[in-house]
C-alpha cells in the first residue's frame, strides 16, 4: 500500500500533482479541507465542532482532525493507499497520523515535499486567484501571511520525516509533467 504525505507551501502545486499521482496509483485522497466541507456539509458531529471554532476564527483541535482523518481512512482501508495533501500540518499532527496508521497496520511510505521560492509561490498564487474566485488568493498582504503561517508552523513537519528517512525533496518549478516525473521517482525511492 502506498500512502504518501504530499507537503509544500501554499502554491506549491500539491492539488494538481495530487490529481496525477490519484489517477496513476488509485489513491484516496485525503485533503482536510475537503473533509471539513463534507463533515460540516452533513452535519456530522465531528463538522458541527470544526465548525463551531471556524466561525470563530479559530484553529480546528487537532483532536477533531484526526478524528476525520481516521473516519476516511477506516472507510478505505481496502484501498491502494492514500495520499494526504493538507495533512500533517503539524508534528504533533505526524506523531498522531503514525499512530493512527499503525493501529490499522499501516504506515506513511514518504513525504514528498514540493520546493518552490517566495516569488513564485506569490504568483502561482495570484494566478489561482483570477480563476480561483478565493478572496485570499487575490490580496498579495493575505497570501504573504500564509506563506508566513507555512513557514513558522507547518514547515517543520518536513524534520519529522527527515529524522524518520521518510523525507524527499522535489523541486516544485517547471512544467507539470516534468514536476510530476520526478515526483515519480522520488516515490521509487521509498
Known sequence: MLNIVLFGPPGAGKGTQSTNLINKHQLIHLSTGDLFRKHIGENTELGTRAKSFMDKGNLVPDEVVIRMVEDKIEHHLESNGFIFDGFPRTIAQAQALDVMMESHDLHISGMVALVVPEEEMMKRI????KTSGRVDDQDDEKIANRIHVYNEE?????????DANKYNEVNGVGSIE???ESI????GQF
Open 126 to 129: 495570484r494566478e489561482r486567484g
Open 154 to 162: 507547518t514547515a517543520p513537519v518536513a524534520s519529522y520525516y527527515k
Open 178 to 180: 516534468g514536476i510530476y
Open 184 to 187: 515519480e521517482e522520488a516515490i
